[in-house]
C-alpha cells in the first residue's frame, strides 16, 4: 500500500472520530441525547458506522487497487497479509483489502435503501390501518400476518430462482418488499394510542382530512418506534444479502459483496483464510455496531425514561 493509501485510511479514522464528536455535542442539547450516549456501545456504534460509510465514500482513495483487478494469477493469487497487501488476495490475485472497501458501498447501499422501503411501507400500512380500523385493520393485519408467517428467506429465494438473474436495484426492491410486516405492527399500535389524543381531535374539529391527520399529525408522533426499527433492520438486511450472495443468488460475481468474498473464499479456508475471513468479520462489525446504535436509540426514545 502506497503513502497516500495509509493517507485516506487515516483520513477516515478521523473523520469516523469527528461524526462522533460532533454527534455527541448535538446530542448534548437534549435529554434522549444524552441517554444515548450513556448507553455504553453508543459511542464505539457510531465510530464503526461513520468509518465504514468513509471508506464506502472514500472507496478510491482508500483501496489501493481496482476492485476487479487481478494483479498476477501466477504469482500473487493467495498472498497473506503484508505490507503491500494490507489484507492478503484471494484466488484471483485480487487485493482482499480493496474488496472489502469496495464491498461496503454495496453491503450499506442495499441495506439503507432496502431498510427506507421496508419503514416506508410498514409505516403506511401500519398507519392506515391504526387510523381507520374495522375491516381496514382486519384485512391489512391478516395480510400482515401472512407475510409475518412465509419465512422471508425461502420467499426471497423462490422469486430469485424463478427470476433467473437478479439486478442490484431488483434485489433491493425484493428485500424491501418483503420485510415492512414487523414496521407495520409497530406503527399500528402507536397510531392506535394516538389517535385518540387531543392534538388529533383538534386538527379533525378544524377540517383536516384524514391523509393530512395521519401524515402530519400522527406518524411524526410515532416516529420513535420507527427509527429504532429502521436501525436494528438495517443489520438484518444486511445479513441477509450476504446470505443470499453467498448462496449465489445476491450481488452477481465478481463484484465485491461480502457474502459473494466469502463464497470465494471458503473453498480454500485452510490455505488462505484471509480471504474469507476478513469478509465475515467486516459483516459481523457493521452488523454489531448497528445492533448497538439501535439499542442505544431504543432506550434514548423510551417514554418510560422521559424522567432520567
Known amino acids: 500500500m502506497s503513502v497516500w493509501t495509509w493517507l485516506a485510511l487515516a483520513g477516515a479514522v ?18 434522549p441525547g444524552r441517554r444515548f450516549f450513556r448507553h ?10 461513520a468509518f465504514f460509510l468513509a471508506i464506502a465514500l472514500a472507496a478510491p482513495l482508500v483501496a489501493p487497487y481496482p476492485w476487479y483487478l487481478q494483479i498476477d494469477i501466477v504469482h500473487v493469487a493467495d498472498r497473506p497479509p503484508s505490507a503491500r497487501f494490507l489484507l492478503g ?15 461496503a458501498r454495496i453491503s450499506l447501499g442495499i ?25 381496514v385493520d382486519t384485512t391489512l393485519m391478516r395480510l400482515v400476518d401472512v407475510g409475518l408467517a412465509m419465512p422471508r428467506i425461502f420467499v426471497l429465494l423462490l422469486v430469485v430462482a424463478l427470476w433467473g438473474h437478479v439486478s442490484v436495484p431488483l ?34 374539529a378544524l377540517g383536516a ?18 427509527i429504532v426499527s429502521a436501525a436494528l433492520g438495517i443489520g438484518n438486511v ?14 452477481p460475481a465478481p463484484r465485491p459483496s461480502w457474502g459473494t468474498m466469502i463464497a470465494e473464499g471458503w473453498p480454500k479456508i485452510t490455505a488462505a483464510p484471509w480471504a474469507s475471513l476478513f469478509p465475515g468479520l467486516a ?26
Do not use: C, Q
Open 209 to 226: 382530512g384524514p391523509t393530512r391527520v395521519i401524515f402530519r399529525h400522527v406518524l411524526p408522533n410515532a416516529a420513535a418506534p420507527i
Open 14 to 31: 478521523v473523520a469516523a472520530l469527528a461524526v462522533v464528536a460532533e454527534v455527541r455535542r448535538r446530542a448534548a442539547a437534549s435529554a
Open 111 to 135: 441495506g439503507t435503501l432496502a431498510m427506507l422501503l421496508a419503514v416506508t411501507v410498514g409505516a403506511a400500512v401500519g398507519a392506515v390501518a391504526g387510523y381507520f380500523r374495522r375491516w
Open 238 to 251: 444486511v445479513l441477509l444479502e450476504a446470505g443470499l450472495s453467498f448462496l449465489g443468488f445476491g450481488v
Open 40 to 49: 455504553p456501545t453508543a459511542a464505539p456504534g457510531i465510530f464503526v458506522l
Open 171 to 204: 434485489l433491493v426492491l425484493l428485500i424491501g418488499l418483503t420485510g415492512w410486516f414487523g414496521t407495520s405492527r409497530l406503527v399500528r399500535a402507536e397510531v392506535l394510542s394516538l389517535r385518540e389524543r387531543e392534538f388529533v381531535a383538534a386538527a379533525r
Open 283 to 308: 459483516i459481523s462489525l457493521l452488523v454489531m455496531a448497528l445492533n448497538a446504535v439501535g439499542d442505544a436509540l431504543r432506550d434514548a426514545l423510551d417514554p418510560r425514561k422521559e424522567a432520567a
Open 89 to 103: 488476495t484471494d484466488l484471483y490475485s485480487r487485493d482482499v483489502w480493496s474488496r472489502i472497501v469496495y464491498g
